[in-house]
């Protein structure tokens, strides 16, 4: 009973460094999604789908790259990496039947990312 | 653009305490979500609601939609409560996919 598996749950990055945060769901959600959490604020949403082979953006998309060739994979791409991307990262997957919207999420443990 | 707003931002209560942490959320939003931070850092869903009342365990749910409110409690509180709790409101019509959401209260229940 997995849930949501994301890794590495720690990484250190020089400025200009690329590296790709791996998400995975067994529960055949059609929904992912990619947040950060900055200290003090909300979390906020970087990426979505809706199913294989469709993202979108969402509020703060600049600076990553997703995609999303399986129901279970959803990696989020970093390239030149920057200070302001020093955050913890969560991945998450909800059911949503068609036109209902997304239901109750699941969240993977987070990733913690610092860019010096 | 749609807005949620927790309060208090940070509750302090004694073992056994009713407990009530409250969202207000702006039009345009069609469902609230309640999570559960833990320190250390893992987000569970406690809650899903669009109307009334929901139950588990300790923990109950409430949503006003006239208001636009909901409220949190926890009854015969425990440390182990000792979380931040987050609502999170669900966009209605076409971005039902999107969940905006509040900058969390901070409870710490002492023995």
């Known amino acids: 009973n997995a849930g949501v598996t994301q890794t590495p749950k720690f990484r250190i990055l020089k400025i200009g460094q690329s590296m790709t945060l791996q998400c995975t769901q067994d529960?055949?959600?059609?929904?992912m999604y990619w947040y950060r959490q900055d200290p003090g604020m909300g979390l906020k949403l970087i990426y979505y789908?809706?199913?294989?082979?469709?993202?979108d953006k969402g509020e703060v998309p600049n600076g990553y790259n997703v995609s999303r060739s399986t129901t279970e994979d959803f990696p989020l791409r970093l390239e030149l990496a920057a200070p302001s991307q020093t955050s913890v990262y969560f991945c998450?997957?909800?059911?949503?039947?068609?036109?209902?919207?997304?239901?109750?999420?699941?969240f993977g443990a987070g990733s913690r990312l610092t860019v010096l | 653009k749609n807005e949620v707003e927790q309060s208090p931002q940070n509750l302090t209560a004694q073992e056994g305490e009713f407990i009530t942490i409250n969202c207000s959320y702006s039009?345009?939003?069609?469902?609230l979500h309640w999570l559960q931070q833990h320190p250390g850092g893992g987000i569970v869903s406690l809650f899903m609601?669009?109307?009334g009342k929901k139950k588990h365990g300790r923990l109950i749910a409430t949503i006003n939609i006239q208001e636009k409110h909901s409220s949190l409690h926890i009854t015969a509180s425990h440390p182990r409560d000792s979380a931040v709790y987050i609502c999170?409101?669900?966009?209605?019509?076409?971005?039902?996919?999107?969940?905006?959401f509040g900058k969390g209260t901070l409870l710490t229940v002492n023995p």
């Open positions: 609601l669009s109307s």
């Open positions: 998450a997957s909800s059911y949503g039947a068609k036109g209902s919207g997304a239901n109750v999420l699941t």
């Open positions: 999170a409101g669900r966009d209605s019509g076409g971005s039902n996919y999107k969940l905006t």
């Open positions: 529960m055949n959600h059609n929904y």
């Open positions: 039009v345009g939003i069609s469902a």
């Open positions: 789908s809706v199913g294989a082979g469709i993202t």
